[in-house]
């Protein structure tokens, strides 16, 4: 009488199990029953009534699989900050000039550029004879110091015009005001350094010319042109 109990304990656990599954959108079991003579008396129909109110408690089954509620994502990381990009400079010219100007602004194009042309070219040379770095105007000055250095080494000039405030304080490493270095040259690295005017400032007052063309001749004695 006892055995016949524990069996009918035993299936009606099992049925709630099954009715939990079938609920919960499980409507298939791939496994491999042992027969209920191996089955331990004591434990199975406590194990089945777990499992069934396990399965029975889950919420009903949705599209992202059976038993699974509502899909949650992981919170991702977040994206490390892209690395600030390396300064470029527009080269223009003869790389393997004896002379080299550096500028802000746009090289040999607009008005500024083509002042300078204007300006080579009353000091005997040809465009191709010369080399001209230039680069964008107010970015990070560390970084653009470093780039204009490696430039200036890798063209090796024998002497480099730098053409206002941010391009002399960029190859210099030297905030001195501009009105006190042009007109002088600085060696550096067995290069001379002519600081002089940016061609902005000549357009705003035509006045400063005399003061670059001044600074011009000397370059031209440098490089035995005058």
């Not at 709630?16 to 959108?25: D, F, K, P, R, V």
């Not at 029975?56 to 690395?83: I, K, L, N, R, V």
């Not at 970084?143 to 960029?170: F, H, I, Q, Y």
Request: hydrophobic share 45%; proline share 6%; glycine share 12%.
């Amino acid at each position: 009488m006892a055995e016949m109990e524990e069996r009918d304990l035993l299936l009606r656990s099992l049925k709630g199990y099954l009715t939990g599954l079938a609920e919960s959108g499980v409507d298939e079991l791939l496994f491999e029953a042992a027969p209920l003579e191996e089955l331990p008396a004591a434990s199975t129909g406590t194990a089945a009534a777990s499992a069934a109110g396990t399965v029975g408690d889950m919420p009903p089954a949705t599209a992202g699989g059976a038993g699974s509620g509502t899909a949650t994502s992981a919170p991702s990381e977040a994206a490390p900050a892209a690395a600030a990009a390396e300064p470029s400079l527009r080269q223009e010219g003869q790389p393997g000039s004896g002379l080299l100007f550096l500028m802000s602004g746009e090289g040999f194009a607009g008005a500024p550029g083509g002042l300078l042309a204007k300006i080579i070219a009353a000091m005997k040379f040809k465009q191709d004879e010369i080399c001209l770095v230039s680069f964008e105007a107010g970015q990070d000055q560390d970084a653009m110091a470093r780039v204009l250095a490696a430039k200036v080494t890798e063209l090796a000039p024998r002497v480099v015009v730098s053409l206002g405030e941010e391009a002399t304080s960029l190859v210099l490493n030297d905030q001195t005001p501009l009105a006190r270095l042009r007109g002088r040259f600085r060696e550096l690295q067995g290069m001379a350094v002519m600081p002089t005017l940016h061609p902005e400032a000549l357009l705003a007052d035509e006045g400063l010319k005399r003061h670059v063309w001044e600074d011009m001749k000397l370059v031209m004695r440098r490089l035995g042109r005058g």
